[in-house]
């Protein structure tokens, strides 16, 4: 698809080289997103310790659900429902801190390509870095919930 906008236009082409040539314009895209990327990779390590919290409930709800020899008792039953709420709660933790990954990539995309392109795009950048901490608090917001859930314990009838 490149390779035909180029041949369409060799003056494209041309023009590309030019302003890929400039090593100052490079470095300030690289400059420009490396606090985004920083941040980046401070959302994959809270994504990480989500996701251990996640697979440790599914696979607890999973041994709680199998039918067992025993009745099913009204504190197996509170425990479950318990770990259901946790379960939501740090999916939903989960959604939101992808959803913070996804948008500041693209940032830093938009950052990068912003050394090419003369259109001034800074309010839309200021935008979507809007958009990521949002998403990066309500994420953690959610996570803050589930771990006080988790701390609180589940609810028994005889307490």
């Known amino acids: 698809m490149i390779a035909n906008l180029i041949a369409a ?17 490079v470095r300030q895209a690289l400059e420009l997103s490396l606090a985004p990327a920083f941040l980046l990779v401070g959302i994959g390590s809270i994504m990480n310790v989500m996701m251990a919290r996640l697979t440790w409930l599914a696979g607890r709800i999973e041994r709680l659900a199998e ?23 740090a999916r939903l933790a989960i959604k939101f801190s992808t959803g913070a990954a996804v948008v500041i990539s693209f940032e830093i995309a938009v950052l990068f390509l912003s050394a090419y392109i003369e259109p001034r795009i800074g309010t839309f950048v200021a935008v979507l870095w809007i958009v990521t901490v949002s998403l990066l608090i309500t994420g953690l917001i959610y996570f803050l919930r589930e771990t006080l859930l988790a701390a609180d314990g589940p609810k028994t009838d005889g307490v």
């Open 9 to 25: 236009d060799p003056m494209l082409a041309l023009e590309i080289i030019e302003r890929t040539a400039s090593t100052p314009r």
């Open 67 to 89: 039918p067992s020899e025993g009745a099913c008792n009204i504190s197996h039953a509170n425990e479950l429902a318990w770990l259901r709420r946790r379960r939501k709660l």
